[in-house]
């Protein structure tokens, strides 16, 4: 009799207690400050370094660019950029290595997708990424 009396004063007592769940496709989950989410992509920037690709420890990132068309103006430009999300650990080691900024870690995490061959994002995807996709609230 006195579990009895133990579990329904435990119950009585977490009633009253504010909620811990979220309503999750509802309301944006709090994330953290230094939170590595899914990468954005700025073209425009983009040297074709080749260092995202060459740091990458999964080898996700595919990179190929071509000379410019105009021959006053030097270096290469962007042709391709892709990044495979089945094996992406978003380890964030791209982002510390390129040197123009051109890539960058947000706040979007929501990479669920029916089939495998839909993680294969390409340069038009990343570049649409919108940093700004997912709210953070501060608890």
């Known amino acids: 009799m006195i579990g009895l009396a ?5 119950t009585l007592k977490n009633l009253t207690r504010k909620k811990v769940t979220y309503d999750y496709p509802n309301e944006p989950l709090p994330l953290p400050d230094r939170f590595r989410g899914i990468q954005k992509f700025y073209p425009e920037k983009c040297i074709v370094c080749n260092q995202c690709s060459n ?19 030097k270096g290469k430009i962007i042709d391709t950029y892709d990044i495979n999300f089945e094996i992406c650990i978003l380890c964030d080691l ?22 495998r061959d839909q993680l294969f994002k390409n340069l038009e995807w990343l570049d649409e990424n919108d940093e700004h996709k997912r709210t953070v609230n501060k608890p």
């Open 6 to 10: 133990k579990g329904f004063s435990y």
């Open 55 to 73: 740091i990458c420890p999964t080898d996700c990132i595919q990179l190929t660019g071509k000379k410019h068309p105009d021959p006053s103006k």
């Open 94 to 115: 791209c982002t510390e290595v390129c040197p123009t900024e051109a890539i960058i870690m947000t706040n979007n995490f929501e990479l669920a997708e029916y089939s």
